[in-house]
């Protein structure tokens, strides 16, 4: 592709693009469905643009893949050990001066 010195939020460092831009340039001329299918095989057919979403849509999204690799029952009995003893640990500063 033919690149400018940005790319995205990014910026090539002058040098480079200066040297980028004084290379030779080839050509590649790839059908689309050839460029397709790589893209799919190396990326899957579900992707999106992060920048592009809500920050609750991203975080749905983190939730909802972490939750698929969690096993979730151990995890709530985890969450519920804490819990008591984030309880038993009020009650001993609540009766610390007793």
Known sequence: ????????KLFVP???YEQMR?????????????????????YGVESWE?????????????IKQVNGLTNLAARRRLVNKQER???????TVDN???
Request: no cysteine; net charge negative.
């Open 1 to 8: 592709e033919d690149e400018s010195q940005r790319i995205g």
């Open 14 to 16: 002058l040098k480079i």
């Open 22 to 42: 004084k290379s030779i340039v080839f050509f590649l001329s790839i059908p689309f469905e050839v460029r397709l299918t790589y893209l799919v095989a190396e």
């Open 50 to 62: 992060l920048d592009a979403l809500d920050p609750r849509t991203i975080n749905d999204l983190i």
């Open 85 to 91: 003893q984030r309880k038993e640990l009020q009650k």
């Open 96 to 98: 610390f001066d007793d």
